[in-house]
């Protein structure tokens, strides 16, 4: 069993930046695909970013591309997704979940654990 922790959402005006930290316990973080998704108030929920178990290799959603980054500490158990050039647009409450199969995956049905979400708001 994995135990995911979100932190770093908050309000930011439209151009900022935000780091959004998710910190895992209870399992083996190395073994699994990390990725971050988002879902907005009558929305579904949508992939945003996902990094293979060793960190060798990113996704990201073609709205985010070239904005986001994510990258992931096997040593501190940690992921985290670097968030520029905010738009309104993404704003959405934002989940880190964990992938134990073979391959990344974008469909979040795919993922086994999932953390409680932050806040991200992007408004002047």
């Known amino acids: 069993q994995v135990q995911l922790v979100e932190s770093g959402g908050g309000l930011v005006q439209p151009g900022g930046s935000l780091r959004l930290s998710c910190a895992a316990s209870g399992g083996t973080f190395s073994r699994y695909h990390m990725g971050w998704f988002r879902q907005a108030p009558g929305k579904e929920r949508e992939f945003v970013a996902a990094?293979?178990?060793?960190?060798?290799?990113?996704y990201f959603a073609d709205s985010v591309k070239g904005r986001f980054t994510i990258s992931r500490d096997n040593a501190k158990n940690t992921v985290s997704l670097q968030m520029n050039s905010l738009k309104p647009e993404d704003t959405a409450v934002y989940y880190c979940?964990?992938?134990?199969?073979?391959?990344?995956?974008?469909?979040?049905?795919?993922?086994?654990?999932w953390g409680q979400g932050t806040q991200v708001t992007v408004s002047s």
């Open positions: 990094i293979t178990w060793s960190g060798s290799r990113q």
């Open positions: 979940a964990a992938d134990g199969g073979l391959n990344y995956s974008s469909d979040y049905t795919h993922y086994d654990y």
